[in-house]
């Protein structure tokens, strides 16, 4: 047995050992692939087992992937994000017999998500199903396609945000909304049929600023907000998670689905592009929340029910839309592999750092800046403008890391993010006579300027299939540029 073989065996018995160990409660990974520099697929296996996750999500089928996961003995589950790919059972079949079957009996496919929030899009455009139709159909024709090939052992569900929920002040008042309804007990009838979980997504940074009646420490599981919710059958909450858990129950319940599993197919904590994004509120935000769901203690709707959640997730995707800052910084890790602030994934809520991926090569510590020749204010502006259009700046949007930086740090941050994308290639640092490489870190307190992992590391990359939060890259680049350039006339 080779020395990689070898490691992985280790691993793999590791995180067998640590399940058998830990409470009921289940705590998976996301990885999505939306970056530049990003860390391949079997050092992300490793770095899996190292953390003793045992379930994984990816957003992709691309075999490299699937391939990685082989004998690792971590679950997997697997997403068409576009739901137009597959319109037939044929389509379906076919889809199957190219990325399923060559891994199956290596690799442990349990699951296959369909689309990317289509019953949002319904409730966003004020009731137009289309999506949602379309994403119903395709999980119909997906669960009976897979079920002619394995039988009932790989399930199929369509992961559903909380907007899909009515807005209330307790989770028994909670139910599904009215335009999409009769598609969501469609969806359910499916659930019902092949004893499929129902994924649930919780974004709590996101709700609890859109609810402003909740105090900011209802986010975390740290019992110190000041909101207590009081609900019937003497149910209290003093934190979203559980709250958000309990109003999927309740709508589950009156959607005459009352003992259906729930998976949270999300749920997290951004580190930066959104106010009260950072690595230290991201590190409360785990430190109470994984031990709660590894305890076993359930919620106050279902007490003593294990949980299963998948942390979003493992690293930061700078290619993910300009139009949510915040979704290019959900990563526990930064591209390059590091971790970025300690988190227990094992959910014993100790105060350690993840393991470190291995391996990983960095390219040389140099960083693109600003030169400070400011004699054509038009032109750094448009040099500015054209680096963050291909490079991700959203660090420097209001609330980001990077938003108290100065003019001439500012213009610095957006180069070096473009000449880091670009893997130091210099000709990516001239900015028409504006840039200069230089060998000292430009970091300023919060805001660090990267130095990414090297060219070589980049195999196989395709972005199709992969992004969460998909719109036309061009056009979410123009509204981002907009709403910076505002920022940026103002400093």
């Not at 999506?131 to 997906?142: C, I, P, Q, R």
């Not at 130095?451 to 981002?480: C, H, T, W």
């Amino acid at each position: 047995m080779g020395c990689v073989k070898m490691i992985r065996f280790a691993c793999s018995l590791l995180a067998v050992i640590l399940f058998a160990i830990r409470s009921e409660g289940s705590i998976g990974m996301n990885w999505g692939r939306q970056s530049a520099q990003r860390l391949i697929p079997s050092t992300v296996v490793d770095l899996l087992l190292q953390n003793g996750i045992g379930d994984a999500r990816i957003y992709t089928s691309q075999p490299d992937i699937l391939e990685a996961f082989a004998g690792s003995g971590i679950n997997l589950t697997v997403q068409i994000i576009f739901i137009n790919f597959i319109k037939t059972s044929q389509e379906a079949h076919d889809w199957i017999g190219q990325k399923i079957d060559p891994f199956f009996s290596t690799t442990n496919i349990r699951r296959v998500f369909i689309g990317n929030h289509e019953f949002k899009t319904a409730v966003m455009s004020g009731g137009n199903t289309s999506s949602a139709v379309a994403a119903v159909d395709l999980m119909e024709t997906m669960q009976t396609a897979l079920k002619d090939v394995y039988g009932e052992q790989i399930k199929v569900a369509l992961p559903q945000p909380d907007c899909v929920l009515t807005n209330v002040t307790r989770p028994s008042d909670a139910e599904f909304r009215s335009e999409i309804k009769e598609q969501m007990l469609r969806h359910l009838s499916l659930l019902n049929q092949s004893n499929a979980p129902f994924v649930a997504e919780i974004f709590p940074i996101e709700y609890v600023n859109a609810h402003p009646w909740l105090d900011s420490s209802f986010a975390f599981a740290d019992n110190k907000s000041k909101t207590v919710i009081q609900d019937i059958n003497g149910a209290v909450y003093t934190n979203i998670f559980d709250y958000l858990y309990d109003c999927f129950v309740w709508a589950l319940r009156k959607a005459g689905a009352p003992d259906r599993e729930i998976v949270v197919g999300q749920v997290g904590w951004p580190t930066d592009g959104y106010p009260g994004a950072d690595a230290a509120t991201a590190e409360r935000f785990y430190k109470y929340l994984l031990p709660h769901v590894a305890s076993g203690r359930g919620t106050p709707m279902r007490p003593g029910k294990p949980i299963e959640i998948f942390v979003h997730c493992l690293t930061d995707e700078p290619k993910n839309p300009f139009t949510l800052p915040f979704t290019r910084h959900w990563g526990i890790y930064r591209s390059n592999g590091e971790p970025k602030f300690k988190i227990d994934l094992s959910g014993q809520g100790r105060d350690i750092y993840p393991a470190r991926a291995k391996g990983i090569m960095r390219m040389p510590q140099r960083w693109c800046v600003f030169n400070g020749d400011r004699r054509d204010a038009y032109k750094v502006k448009a040099q500015f403008d054209d680096a963050c259009l291909c490079a991700d700046c959203t660090s420097l949007s209001p609330g980001g890391s990077c938003s108290h930086l100065d003019y001439h740090n500012n213009i610095s941050y957006a180069f070096n993010m473009y000449f880091q994308s670009m893997f130091q290639n210099e000709t990516a640092c001239e900015f028409g006579g504006l840039g200069e490489v230089v060998p000292t870190d430009p970091s300023d307190g919060s805001c660090v300027f990267p130095v990414e992992v090297v060219r070589g590391q980049q195999v196989n990359f395709s972005g199709a299939g992969e992004g969460l939060y998909y719109m036309d890259p061009k056009y979410a680049a123009m509204i981002f540029l907009f709403a910076l350039s505002v920022f940026f006339v103002l400093l």
